[in-house]
C-alpha cells in the first residue's frame, strides 16, 4: 500500500464531515430573543467585553459602558479593539476577522455599517441557514434551562424546534446554591423543601425526568465550581448523588459536568467575570466508581487538569472527555490536548465544542479549531504508518467521523 498523504486525507474527511457540536448557548430561530445573531451580538461577546474593559477609552467607565445599549457598545468595541491602535490579535478578536472575511467583508473597516446591513437582509431563519452551511456544523447541542422565565415559556406554550438543535437540560439554576431555586422549581409545580429532605431528592427527580422526557433532552449539563467534592454533605454534591445520577442511570442519558469554574470574580464584568480554578480529580475517581452504568461527559477549565483527566479516563471507561473548555480554547492550549488525549485515549474522547453563544461564532470557532487540531491528527496519522499500519481514507474519515459527529454517544 502506497504512503497516504495524511494532511491531505485529514483535511478531506473533515471538509465531508457535518459537525455536531455537543455543547452551545445557540437557540434556534423559533425562540424569538433568544436567537442571537449578527454583528452587534457577534462584536458584544462577553470574551471582547472583557478585553475591552483592559483599553476601554478614558472617558468611558465599565459601568457606564454596561448601561448603553447593544448596539452602542458593539461600536465602542469596534472602534478599541478593532479600529484602535493595536492590532486585533487575540483568540477571540481574531475570530470576528473570520467571521467577517467568511461573509466576504471587510474586517478593516471603520465601523460596523456594512455587516448590520449584510444582516438586515437577512431573517433568523435564512441567517441560520447560512450559516450552517458555511461553518460544516450540522447539529448542535443547546443549553436549555425550563426555569429561565423567557425560554420556559417556548417549552411550556410548544414550538416548532428545527431538528438541527438538540436539548440538553441545563440544570445549575435548578440545583445551584441550594436552598436559593426552590421558589422556582414550586412556581414550576414541584414541591420541594428547604430541606435537603427525601420529599426534596423526589420531587426533584421528578423535576428532572419530567423536563428530560419534554424537551428529549440528549444529556443533563452542570458547571460546578473547582472545590466540587464527592461525596460530601455539601448540598450541590447531595443533589447531583441523590438526584441526578440516578435519574441519568434510570434514563440511560449522560451527565455532563464542567468543572473547575469560580463565577463572578469581578461581577462588573457580568458573563466575562467569571475565572477558574484547579479540581481534584480524585472526586471524579469516585463519581465513576459509584455509578459505572452512567456516561459522564466530562469537561475541566484548568489547563492544569487537563493530563490528569486523561488518566481517569484511562481507569473509567464511562468517563468521557469533551471540549477544550473556554478559556483552553486556544491553539495553544487545543494543540496540547489534543496531543495528550490522543497519546492516552486513542479515539475515544470528543476533541472539541464550540460554546457559542452567537450564531456568527459557529464559522470561526470550528474552523480556528480545526486548523490546530487537524495537523496534531495528521502527525499521529504518520506516526501510525511510520510503525507500520497499512492505512487508509477510510480510516481516516471513520474517525474523524467519531471525533467530530458526536463520538458514540451523542452522534
Ligand atoms: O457554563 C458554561 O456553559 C460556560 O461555557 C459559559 O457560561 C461561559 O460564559 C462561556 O461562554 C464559555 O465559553
Ligand atoms: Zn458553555
Redesign the pocket.
Known sequence: MATLNTTEAVQKAVQAQSIVDI?T?LYPAAMGPLFLGGPDELVT???LKAETSRQLPSDITVEAFNNMPTDKQADVIWSTLFVGDSSPISEAQVGVVTVMSTLGLNPRSDSLYEFRTLYKDHTPESYTDLVFEKSGVGTVYM?NDPLEDVEGGYWNDGFDLDPRFRAVL?L?SALMNWPAPVEKLKAAGYDVETSLSHQTFSEIRRYLSDWVKKMDARYM?I?LPPDFTYPSEESTSTLMKECVYPTADELDIPSAM?VG?TRQVNPVLK??G?SLGSWDITNLERIARDWPNVTFLTTILSREDQHELCVTARKFPNVLPFGC???L?NPSVIQEMTQERLELLGTSFIPQHS?A?ILDQLLYKWTHSIRTIAPVLAQKYDDLQNAGWPLSESDIARDIGRFFGGGRVLA
Open positions: 455543547h448557548h461577546y462577553h470574551y443549553t441545563r445549575d449539563a458547571s464542567m469554574v458573563d466575562g467569571d473548555w473556554w478559556f480554547n460554546d453563544r
